[in-house]
């Protein structure tokens, strides 16, 4: 049996970042459907599945295929697959920084909750099952989220 050679991550960092994609890719197919369906939805549910099975799946395929044949960042990607003299596409992987920094930008204060409630749920400051209790709970943290750890 002979052995292919397959792509790998370069760096600790590529490996984080992926997996930080992963989780928000998570966040966004866990979180988004229960709350509308929840709220009445349903309807707006199917045409936001029909969106990104027609919208996101094409998209996810054409920057991995995009990826892979640059081998490179986004910007440098399409830097090289572009036309000469078109910098339109240079724009378009700078876009593609930018809304991942703007992304990481929330899930960054999502993992401060996240924190915040481990190290409150060790001290017992969460061991409810009120509704009420934890909504104040966490209101108090987005308050002020040093004087609620203490």
Do not use: H
């Not at 792509?7 to 966040?27: E, Q």
């Not at 709350?35 to 054409?62: D, E, K, Q, S």
Request: hydrophobic share 50%; aromatic share 12%; charged share 10%.
């Amino acid at each position: 049996m002979t052995r292919t050679s397959r792509d790998a991550f370069t760096s600790t960092f590529g490996v984080l970042a992926a997996t930080l994609g992963s989780a928000v890719g998570l966040g966004n197919i866990w979180k988004f459907p229960s709350l509308t369906g929840a709220n009445g939805g349903a309807g707006f549910l199917v045409v936001y599945l029909l969106a990104t099975l027609l919208v996101g799946l094409p998209v996810m395929i054409v920057e991995t295929m995009l990826g892979r044949a640059a081998r490179a960042d986004s910007v440098t990607t399409f830097e090289r697959l572009s036309p000469p003299r078109q910098g339109f596409w240079t724009l378009i992987g700078w876009m593609g920084c930018a809304a991942a920094i703007l992304i990481l930008a929330f899930y960054s204060e999502v993992a401060g909750w996240v924190y915040a409630y481990v190290f409150k749920s060790i001290i017992g400051q969460v061991a409810t099952t009120d509704p009420k209790v934890a909504a104040g709970t966490f209101g108090a943290l987005i308050s002020d989220p040093f004087s609620s750890l203490l």
